[in-house]
Nanobody, 121 residues
Framework: QVQLVESGGGLVQPGGSLRLSCVASGSIFSINIMGWYRQAPGKERELAARITRGGTTNYADSVKGRFTISRDNAKNTVYLEMNSLKPEDTAVYYC???????????????WGQGTQVTASS
């Protein structure tokens, strides 16, 4: 019923930039928080950035000043602009949203399939 489709991942040299996009579709009543987690090989999944419907943002300390998250509420879309990429940013990036599928429903988390980001020379 709900789909999150990510795009924009790829291979980039250290110091380069990428822009991730994620579109949520399906029987969605409301979306509160949208964001991006990432998981590097052998490590736990961690929050990279998230944004509320009102535009309040949170970032992992490791990406502050380099990544910028934004969203288009009308299009149920979230973006992650990643600049000055480092090898340690290499990971699978997962889009998610926290929201409800019906009026007065309980908020749940919904996840995309992930997109690979690799910063390497």
């Amino acid at each position: 019923q709900v789909q999150l489709v990510e795009s924009g991942g790829g291979l980039v040299q250290p110091g380069g930039s990428l822009r991730l996009s994620c579109v949520a579709s399906g029987s969605i009543f409301s979306i509160n928080i949208m964001g991006w987690y990432r998981q590097a090989p052998g490590k736990e999944r961690e929050l990279a950035a998230r944004i509320t419907r009102g535009g309040t943002t949170n970032y992992a300390d490791s990406v502050k000043g380099r990544f910028t998250i934004s969203r288009d509420n009308a299009k149920n879309t979230v973006y992650l602009e990643m600049n000055s990429l480092k090898p340690e940013d290499t990971a699978v990036y997962y889009c998610y949203f926290q929201g409800s599928l019906r009026r007065f429903g309980v908020d749940s988390d919904y996840w995309g399939q992930g997109t690979q980001v690799t910063a390497s020379s």
